[in-house]
């Protein structure tokens, strides 16, 4: 009889330990998507459309600002079709103006492409690696000639491609910032430049200054540095060409309105950087800004970046990277704080198209 409890007692252990592994397995799926919010707390936001609280319109009329795209606020990523090519996948096909950005899908590495009515834009170039898929996208496009090519600086990450870009296409103008820097791929990247300049490429070395090219109805703003430390001419020492070097702060930032629209992309600038560009935004009426490109692929968190994540409370923050866990936990959070909506390249090209008025922005896998 002791014997015959014992069994029934250990099966009854048996029966509950099972059946406690069943519930946590049934409650893993709940858990997964949950975000620890900065407060310690924890939330499970579900899925949600953005909707047109801060300024951008949706062309659909629906309140939301990307058709029927819907978006985590966790990733901020969303999956869609393939390129835009043909007028009837595109809201402002029939729009008196027009402006689509993508950013590739590099990695981590900056490569953006503005297509802004009849003007081609494209800041930074990736890696030496990216030049076929940057090649695939613009001639997806029908892209023979860039109207302005910007580096923003000289590390592998930002001008890999350049040569490529600048044998394979015409190119009006390249903006650049007033330093060298000593590496191979500098080299053979200032080889391409020369050559552009003699089939009549104007080339132009910025410090200390900010310039506005003519692109019609948009307004392209260029800024370069005039910090202590960043003289122009000033030479990068010597280093393995896949390493970067100290001159993130060279970093020329681009600003672009366009109608209602307002975009900044901030290259590689540190907090520095930013602190001294902030007030300059500023005073030009960046007091908000509708996209912001992080720098430096969301890795840096200093001061002077988290202040102008605060002080513009952009609709959408784009970080260009090859990972979630490359991006610093600060930038996330002060993100979220304002309510960004949040894209990363390395969920695919993010795509974000206007008219000047209205705005889409979708991520579309590569």
Known sequence: MKQRKRYG????????AALLVLCVLLCLPACSDMILNPDGSI????????DNGTGVTDPTG???TAGDMTLT??????????????????PYAGAAHRLYVDFLSVGKADCILLRMDDR????????????????????????RRIDCLILTHYDNDHIGAAAAVLEGYAVGEVYMPDYVRDSKLYRSMMTAIEAAQSAGTVVRRLHATDVEPDM????????????????????VGADADNEDTDENNF????????????????????????????????????????????????????????EAIRAWKPRYCVVCTDSAASVSWAIVTNMKSVGAGRYFTYDGTVCFSTDGNSATIRTRAE
Request: net charge negative; with cysteine; glycine share 14%.
């Open 9 to 16: 007692r250990r099966t009854h252990l048996l029966l509950a």
């Open 43 to 50: 939330s499970r936001p579900g899925t949600m459309t953005l």
């Open 62 to 64: 629906t309140g939301s």
């Open 73 to 90: 606020p966790a990733t901020g990523s969303a999956t869609s079709g393939s390129m835009i090519l043909d007028p009837t996948d595109d």
């Open 120 to 143: 081609v834009i494209l800041i930074d170039t990736g890696e030496k690696a990216d030049a076929a898929l940057i090649r695939r996208t613009l001639d997806g496009y029908g892209i």
């Open 216 to 235: 019609g109805y948009g307004k392209l703003w260029i800024n370069a540095t005039a910090m202590e430390g960043y003289e122009p001419g000033k030479v």
């Open 251 to 306: 970093s020329l930032v681009t600003a672009v309105t366009f109608g209602n629209i307002k975009l900044i992309f901030g290259g590689d600038a540190e907090g520095e950087r930013m602190t001294e560009y902030l007030p300059l935004a500023e005073a030009r009426g960046f007091t908000s800004c509708t996209l912001f490109k992080i720098p430096h692929h969301g890795a840096s968190a200093d001061r002077g970046l988290l």
